[in-house]
């Protein structure tokens, strides 16, 4: 066997770990030549070998077994639906890691080919131990050992990996459960995955539509998502047939960049149903391969202390299962958002009055007569963008008042008029994002870009707004991430204090949602699945404290993805979608989104708004004027009236929890339009009085039934625009108007 070239330092430590694997080679040799042996005695001794070699984990929801010559789970046991998750053996496998060498980066060590050092069980544990690692390419001193325990309703996974080589491993799958077939007794489970701007849905097909493809390199059909990508760490899948659940979640108070990755094997039919049955599958098995992949980049005798990963059972759907992920992180991450002004505001404008191209739309002077046609309609939230140097989107990170539109002096003197007349101005920034077109980015800044192994970054930000080829991006300024460095945050930490001296109540931060990669500039002393993922978050707590040190008022709104920044963001601004919200606005209620509204009849977008409890970002002209021009009167009327009502059930449909559609009904009584009737329920924390918001989204009216289902409600007040509020009695039925809005609050 050949093996990989070692340092001097390494040499002693090899030694240690040649001679383990030598004999870890011995015993693999001698257990094949016992299991030949009790082949050729016959099935019953075969039976008999392999029941002695598992290790039983058992309570009343779960039994797991463990083969202790591999250290893989080979059987994960369901008994609330009598499920068999692992229906595959063929597939079984425990872990994986990828340990690059300079001459060949897919270095893979397979886990299953593998001997422990020790499989143990201590109390409701099993703790698999391995000593020296080996690949086709050579045998490497690598420590793995990993505790799988067995509580009332969940099994928890939590791994130690040590790497002596000096070579960086780069992923380690783990845990990794092969041979799923099925959640229940037939492939009807579906899983919802946390979305970015839209809720939470069972809508993706594991075990029949698979949504993988086999692409290039891949070993067999492929579907994986990122987290950040989705906004919480977790998948849930749902069994309707028994209405269980299963929660697969990742715990770690360290946020790191992960995977949750899945391979249909052998590969996509191709046909409607993507799983390939027995007979047509060439005689390979047939199996999902789930895997939770980190980068932790780890070498010479450095340790990745991994989190907990959970797979739980519960009653439900994700809506119950994501709850206890609220509990984990709630007890990690307190936030209480109680007091933040922010978060009460129902309605923001927003203008942007210099664009890149060095076009003005307002001045400061222009722009502060904006906020008071606004204040007409019952908006007092105001987000300022464009004010800079250079316009949105330039110049970057320089963040000083355009001497074009007031200078600095114009830049307060709007400040101060927008609180003296009741307002509170949101001024627009972006944390790490750089402008690789100003001089100072060529001769400077580029250093402190954030980088891939190779240097490099995939380039995508580019916006444009003044000129076709500006707005269709043929030529167009481009942006890049910058990496968390001291230098940076002090760059940016400079400028922003400043802007709260200035006056500003708050930020809103752009683009932080395409901050998370993997990050290797070396100026960063960060691991690089920790670096622009806890790196990030521990700045922006940083910032966010100083800010809050010169105005104790000081919040934050952002264009973030994620919830580990939820405790310093209390609204998304592009969360939502017309009638959908992320799934954070379930889990986290006490955060909301971003509902944008730009064209002159949009009552939809409102109504949307109201449905999802988010926030009315009224952007008029596609932020280039007022709200109080003919062309937007009849919709700022409207908002004006939307504005009185969610003022008054504020902390039924906005302030307080957003149920979704949980805890109520509603059915339409069919007649020529039907179908076209959305519904979200929402409540009060100190009352326990619930509200469902009701719209219609066709041309017609359309007449329906209410019901509430957490408890037998009689009565409820009817709320609609331009309508006293009225009583209405459950069973009588409701005539909504054509793209009508109704509230109901239970009596």
Not at 389 to 395: H, K, P, S
Not at 422 to 443: A, M, P
Not at 511 to 524: E, G, I, M, T
């Amino acid at each position: 066997m050949r093996l990989p070239h070692l340092n001097i330092k390494g040499r002693l430590i090899f030694t240690k770990y040649k001679t383990i694997h030598a004999m870890n080679l011995i015993k693999t040799i001698l257990s094949k030549i016992l299991a030949a042996l009790v082949l050729m005695s016959g099935s019953h001794c075969l039976m008999a070998a392999a029941a002695d070699s598992m290790l039983i984990l058992e309570n009343d929801q779960i039994r797991l077994k463990v083969d202790t010559r591999s250290g893989a789970i080979n059987s994960f046991h369901i008994k609330g639906n009598n499920c068999e998750m692992i229906g595959e053996p063929a597939l079984i496998c425990n872990f994986r890691i990828n340990l690059p060498l300079k001459d060949y980066q897919a270095n893979y060590i397979d886990g299953m080919l593998q001997t422990p050092k020790q499989v143990v069980k201590i109390g409701n544990s099993i703790v698999v131990e391995f000593s020296g690692l080996s690949s086709d390419k050579g045998i490497y001193p690598i420590d793995l050992s990993y505790t799988i325990t067995l509580y009332p309703d969940y099994v928890s996974f939590k791994s130690r990996l040590t790497n002596h080589f000096n070579q960086p491993a780069a992923e380690f799958w783990f845990p990794r459960l092969g041979g799923w077939t099925q959640f229940g007794n037939n492939r009807d489970a579906m899983l919802a995955t946390p979305n970015y701007n839209q809720n939470s849905k069972h809508d993706i097909s594991m075990f029949r539509n698979y949504p993988g493809n086999r692409g290039l390199g891949s070993e067999a059909a492929e579907w994986y998502q990122h987290y950040p990508g989705m906004v919480m760490p977790w998948w849930d899948l749902y069994d309707p047939e028994s209405g269980l659940g299963l929660y697969l979640g990742y715990h770690d108070t360290k946020f790191r960049f992960s995977t949750w990755h899945t391979y249909l094997m052998p590969d996509n039919s191709g046909e409607r149903d993507a799983w390939l049955t027995p007979e047509n599958a060439g005689g390979k098995p047939v199996g999902l391969i789930f895997s939770h992949v980190r980068y932790p980049f780890i070498k010479d005798g450095e340790t990745l202390e991994s989190g907990e990963f959970i797979i739980r059972i519960h009653q439900g759907d994700w809506h119950d299962g994501s709850l206890f992920y609220r509990k984990w992180f709630l007890e990690h991450f307190p936030f209480d958002k109680s007091d933040s002004w922010l978060r009460k505001e129902s309605s923001w404008f927003t203008s942007i009055i210099y664009q890149p191209e060095d076009k003005i739309i307002a001045d400061f002077k222009t722009y502060g007569e904006w906020t008071r046609d606004a204040q007409k309609y019952g908006i007092n939230c105001f987000e300022l963008i464009g004010w800079n140097n250079g316009g949105l989107e330039r110049n970057y990170p320089i963040y000083q008042p355009e001497e074009k539109l007031g200078g600095r002096k114009g830049f307060q003197e709007l400040l101060k008029s927008i609180k003296g007349n009741g307002g509170k101005c949101l001024v627009f920034n972006n944390y790490n994002i750089l402008d690789q077109n100003t001089e100072w980015y060529k001769t400077e800044l580029f250093k402190f870009k954030q980088q891939d192994q190779f240097g490099q970054q995939n380039i995508w930000m580019g916006w444009g707004e003044s000129t076709f080829l500006a707005r269709s991006a043929l030529s167009v300024r481009y942006h890049v991430r910058a990496s968390i460095t001291p230098e940076i945050e002090k760059i940016l930490a400079d400028q922003f204090l400043d802007l709260v001296r200035d006056g500003a109540d708050g930020f809103q931060m752009d683009k932080v949602c395409v901050a998370a990669a993997l990050d290797f500039n070396p100026l960063n002393n960060l691991k690089p699945d920790l670096a622009l993922c806890e790196g990030l978050v521990q700045a922006i707590d940083r910032l966010y404290r100083q800010c809050k040190a010169i105005n104790p008022d000081f919040r934050m709104g952002s264009e973030f993805g994620y919830d580990r920044l939820l405790p310093y963001f209390d609204v998304g601004y592009r969360n939502s979608s017309r009638n959908e919200i992320s799934a954070l606005r379930y889990v986290f209620p006490e955060w909301t989104s971003c509902n944008h509204i730009s064209t002159p009849r949009d009552f939809r977008g409102v109504n949307g708004a109201v449905l999802t409890g988010a926030v009315i970002c009224v952007e008029p002209e596609s932020y280039q004027g007022s709200l109080d021009q003919p062309l937007y009167r009849d919709l700022a009327e409207y908002i004006r009236e939307i504005n009185r009502i969610r003022g008054e059930l504020a902390p039924y449909i906005f302030t307080g929890n957003y149920f979704d559609n949980q805890g109520a009904s509603i059915k339409e009584i069919p007649g020529t339009t039907t179908g076209r009737l959305i519904y979200k329920v929402h409540g009060n924390r100190e009352t326990a009085k619930r509200a469902i918001v009701v719209v219609n989204g066709s041309g017609d009216s359309v007449q329906y039934n209410w019901t509430f289902t957490h408890r037998d409600i009689r009565k409820a007040v009817l709320y609609s625009p331009f309508h006293a509020p009225e009583v209405v009695i459950a069973g009588q039925p409701v005539v909504i108007p054509e793209d009508g809005l109704h509230i109901l609050v239970e009596q």
